[in-house]
T-cell receptor, first 112, second 118 residues
Framework: EDQVTQSPEALRLQEGESSSLNCSYT??????LFWYRQDPGKGPEFLFT???AGEEKEKERLKATLTKKESFLHITAPKPEDSATYLC?????????????FGIGTKLQVIP | DGGITQSPKYLFRKEGQNVTLSCEQNLNHDAMYWYRQDPGQGLRLIYYSQIVNDFQKGDIAEGYSVSREKKESFPLTVTSAQKNPTAFYLC?????????????????FGPGTRLTVL
């Protein structure tokens, strides 16, 4: 069974204090890994797609990386507006069927 | 502006009633999805549809039904058979399903509907 584990469950940072969120996965035949941001009471907002180990993508203060077993979301000099829950999801498939499995998320709080 | 809309934002249901959640997209996406989100759990797939007039069960389809009569619309009915329907429901869409970079495109989500059973 596919498993996606995100750590830590919650993270509290001071404004400007850089850190990383982890997404470890167990999936047979990974086809892609997604990162989303979700604000309370709202739908997830797409951030990144990573397809192969070694791939990196950046957007403003966020940088996502992928290895064969995990992905990291690095947050550089975070601001209070970066406070949200960050979701990781993995895609695998065989034949004509594709399955996306989501992690529970990491709740990030950035304090001014 | 292109996007996905869900209505209503909040919905209250009495036990034994069926309710329908609306999902509309104007992104010209082929694939649409319904997820359920509960505290302490990841998003779980209820149903998905790749083309009009076709849909497939997800991991937790029992007690739910869908239709896909138009490309833009994918309504979800929560029936009285769903034993624990109180949750946050999310609709999503993507351009198409495929393989490799750019062939499986990311899912875009609507704002969600919070359903509460009284």
């Amino acid at each position: 069974e596919d498993q996606v584990t995100q750590s830590p469950e919650a993270l509290r940072l001071q404004e400007g204090e850089s850190s990383s969120l982890n997404c470890s996965y167990t999936v047979s035949g990974l086809r892609g890994l997604f990162w989303y941001r979700q604000d309370p009471g709202k739908g997830p907002e797409f951030l990144f797609t990573l397809y192969s180990a070694g791939e990196e993508k950046e957007k403003e203060r966020l940088k996502a990386t992928l290895t064969k077993k995990e992905s990291f979301l690095h947050i550089t000099a975070p601001k209070p507006e970066d406070s949200a829950t960050y979701l990781c999801a993995v895609l695998r498939g065989s034949g004509g069927y594709q399955k996306v499995t989501f992690g529970i998320g990491t709740k990030l709080q950035v304090i001014p | 502006d292109g996007g996905i809309t869900q209505s209503p934002k909040y919905l209250f249901r009495k036990e034994g009633q069926n309710v329908t959640l609306s999902c509309e997209q104007n992104l010209n996406h082929d694939a649409m999805y319904w997820y359920r989100q509960d505290p302490g759990q990841g998003l779980r797939l209820i149903y998905y549809s790749q083309i009009v007039n076709d849909f497939q069960k997800g991991d937790i389809a029992e007690g739910y039904s869908v239709s896909r009569e138009k490309k833009e619309s994918f309504p979800l009915t929560v029936t009285s058979a769903q034993k624990n329907p109180t949750a946050f429901y999310l609709c999503a869409s993507s351009t198409r399903l495929g393989w490799g970079p750019s062939s499986y495109n990311e899912q875009f989500f609507g704002p969600g509907t919070r359903l509460t059973v009284l």
